[in-house]
Each structure stands twice: as structure tokens, then as C-alpha cells.
């Protein structure tokens, strides 16, 4: 399971940064920066400290606090549920309440790594864009077509560089004129998450024999 300080080292490293360099930038020292990346919390005072600079971190690195928190809080209290356990002496559980606990435990640790392993992916996933319509790709008396395409409805699309904005289900609507010969559209979608994906379509236009 991803954590969210290596979240943090992998976006920093891809971007180039050393620690001295979000050192500078956040008046962080560095010490606590490594403690971060390497998810080691007994480092610091308190968890308000931790957030604080979660926030700063994320912020320098182009990512969403908000995101980069509940990752935080899903492995804090995580931490903290192990420590819970630590402490319930086995002397008051009977075998069949230990079973359950155990059992219930282990379901919720897999309810946890498979929502939050698919939010991960989510997350660093570029947006996708399916064109509905026009179905066809070759035209002869047309001038014009009505390109029907649907993405996420929070992405934001251009159309050969014009903005486009979607309706509530994220469907699009673009009209475009044909000129003879090939005729290239290129599509720009920008998720929330800030990873861009770009589709191209080629449509023909040929004179009716």
C-alpha cells in the first residue's frame, strides 16, 4: 500500500527537487522532511504539526492538500488502531469474541487498502475521453459535423485550443467545419488531479463521384 510519504518522495524526485530545495522553500528543516517521506510520525510533537506541513509540502509539489490529508489520516489512524489493539489484554477476550474481532479487523484493513489503492490510481490516472459521436470518420456532403464526446464532468477540455465547457453528465458539444481533405480535431482534458490526456481525431472530407 502506497503511503502518503512515499507519495510525496516520488512527486518530489519525478519533479527534480531535492530536500534542500523544499527545505528553502517551506523553512522546513530537512530532518523532518526525511522523517516525512518516511512516514516515521513518532518524529513529531503533534499531529497538528504534521498537517501543517503536509499542506506546505503538498502545496510546493503542485498536489491537492486535501487529498494528500486523507491519505495522511488513513495511515495515522491506522497507526493508531494497531496501537489500540496492543492494548486490549487477551485475558478478557474469550475465543469466539478474539475470532470475530480478527475477523472484522481484517475486513476492514481490506475494505481499506482497496478503496484507497483505487483512489491512488485515480488519482495519478490521466482523465479519458470517449467521442460518441460522429460514429463515422469519412464524409463527402457535409460542411459541417457535431462532435458529441463525454469525460469526467470536474475535467476541463479544449477543442483545438478553444475551452469547452461540459454539461452536468460531461458530455461536450462541437461544431466543427470540414474542408476538403483530411481534417485533424485535437482534444485537451485536464483532470482535477492536474494530469492532462490529448486525443486526436481524423475526419475526411471527399468531392461525391
Do not use: C
Not at 482497496?114 to 491512488?120: P, T
Amino acid at each position: 500500500m502506497t503511503t502518503v510519504g512515499q507519495i510525496l518522495k516520488i512527486e518530489r524526485e519525478s519533479q527534480g527537487l531535492l530536500l534542500s530545495d523544499i527545505e528553502k522553500k517551506i523553512r522546513i528543516r530537512e530532518k523532518y522532511l526525511i522523517a516525512l517521506e518516511s512516514d516515521d510520525w513518532n518524529f513529531f510533537s503533534s499531529k497538528i504539526y504534521i498537517i501543517g506541513i503536509l499542506k506546505n509540502y503538498s502545496r510546493v509539489l503542485g498536489l491537492d492538500p486535501k487529498k494528500i490529508l486523507a491519505f495522511f489520516r488513513r495511515d495515522y489512524e491506522r497507526k493508531e488502531e494497531v496501537k489500540f489493539k496492543e492494548k486490549i489484554s487477551s485475558s478478557y477476550l474469550i475465543s469466539n469474541s478474539s475470532t470475530i474481532i480478527k475477523f472484522l479487523v481484517t475486513l476492514s484493513f481490506i475494505f481499506i487498502f482497496i478503496y484507497f489503492g483505487y483512489q491512488l490510481k485515480l488519482y495519478f490516472t490521466p482523465p479519458s475521453m470517449k467521442i460518441i459521436a460522429p460514429t463515422a470518420n469519412h464524409f463527402t456532403t457535409e460542411t459541417k459535423i457535431d462532435i458529441i464526446a463525454k469525460t469526467d464532468k470536474d475535467a476541463a477540455v479544449t477543442v483545438m485550443g478553444n475551452r469547452i465547457y461540459q454539461d452536468k453528465l460531461g458530455q461536450i458539444n462541437y461544431e466543427f467545419p470540414l474542408k476538403e481533405g483530411e481534417n485533424k480535431v485535437t482534444f485537451e482534458v485536464t483532470g482535477a488531479n492536474g494530469k492532462k490526456s490529448t486525443i486526436v481525431k481524423l475526419y475526411y472530407k471527399t468531392s461525391p463521384k
